[in-house]
């Protein structure tokens, strides 16, 4: 198993998590995003979990059309890990029930295929945005414990 790495390197590459069972879906997504991404690549929940559990992945694009997408079950799985990545689903229908469906599940986006480039990247960007906010916030949040937790265990 690698050592987990921080969201970003010192360069600012991002790690981006392509989930699908059509290679294709992949290269759309490694062509719409330039070189400040590093795109993983799985085809299956449990290897998308495992490349999570790895390595400190903040965004995933997941497929939703396929029959074997199974993009439900890796949103529960990832609303389950302690810093879970923002996830934005892909489809070549991206109607109202989609859309409503997978926002109130807790996905952060949906795009339609094929990607613009512009809305891969604003959708993208925006996510690990949202991902950075949240994880600080919980971060800080887990600090205010310990101290309140600390200070109540005080003597005196």
Do not use: C
């Not at 449990?46 to 199974?70: C, H, N, Y």
């Not at 990545?85 to 892909?90: C, G, R, T, V, Y």
């Not at 949906?110 to 945005?129: D, N, Q």
């Amino acid at each position: 198993m690698k050592n987990r790495r921080q969201d970003t390197d010192p360069d600012g590459v991002i790690q981006v998590l392509s989930y699908s069972s059509d290679a294709v879906d992949h290269i759309r997504v490694e062509a719409g995003l330039d070189s400040r991404w590093v795109i993983y690549r799985s085809a299956s929940v449990a290897e998308a979990v495992d490349a999570l559990q790895a390595t400190a992945i903040p965004v995933i694009i997941a497929d939703s059309d396929s029959p074997a997408s199974r993009w439900r079950d890796l949103l529960e799985r990832i609303q389950q890990l302690p810093e879970p990545p923002a996830l934005i689903l892909a489809s070549w229908l991206a109607d109202e029930r989609l859309w409503a469906e997978a926002l109130n599940l807790g996905a952060y986006d949906v795009l339609t295929k094929p990607f613009e480039r512009h809305e891969l990247i604003r959708s993208v960007t925006g996510a690990w945005l949202h991902w950075h906010s949240l994880r600080d916030q919980r971060r800080r949040t887990l600090r205010d414990r310990r101290a309140v937790a600390q200070w109540n265990a005080a003597p005196g």
